[in-house]
């Protein structure tokens, strides 16, 4: 299971690098704001996405509980920053889709009980990232 998780940290540190080496002024148009204020960025959303997918093909029981939800990606307005979304995730999943991507984020919504879960935060400290301090 650990070798697992290192692998999928790994391809998530992949992608969080891709988006961290565009970050710009641009970026807080990948950003969105949630109900708390606080803002949720294209990497995590990506972060999540790989790293549920890695858990998901390796523990296919397993359930994952995790911050994001794809409900705002899968909405009309939301197109432009799937795409973004997908464009970092495709970094180490060539062949990923919107629809997939937003199924990867959603296996993070966990909330009934299995025997084992694993809990995740995309990115720790979301705003220290988009200050470029991670």
């Known amino acids: 299971a650990m070798k697992t998780a290192a692998l999928a940290v790994a ?3 992949e992608a969080a690098r891709a988006v961290a080496s565009t970050l710009s002024v ?4 990948g950003t969105l704001g949630k109900a708390d204020a606080s803002p949720v960025t294209v990497g995590d959303f990506a972060v999540q996405a790989v790293v549920c ?3 998901m093909d390796a523990y296919p029981d397993d359930g994952v509980i995790a911050e994001e939800s ?3 990606l899968r909405k009309p307005e939301g197109k432009e920053l ?3 979304v997908v464009g970092f995730v495709r970094v180490v999943e060539p062949e990923a889709t919107g ?3 937003c199924d990867w ?3 993070g919504l966990l909330r009934e009980h299995r025997e084992r879960y694993w809990t995740l935060d995309p990115i720790d400290g979301t705003k220290g990232f988009l200050r470029r301090e991670q």
């Open 99 to 101: 629809e997939m991507v």
């Open 105 to 107: 984020i959603d296996r």
């Open 70 to 72: 794809a409900d705002e």
């Open 11 to 13: 391809d998530a540190s």
């Open 53 to 55: 997918k890695r858990l």
């Open 82 to 84: 799937l795409d973004l």
């Open 26 to 29: 641009k970026m807080q148009e």
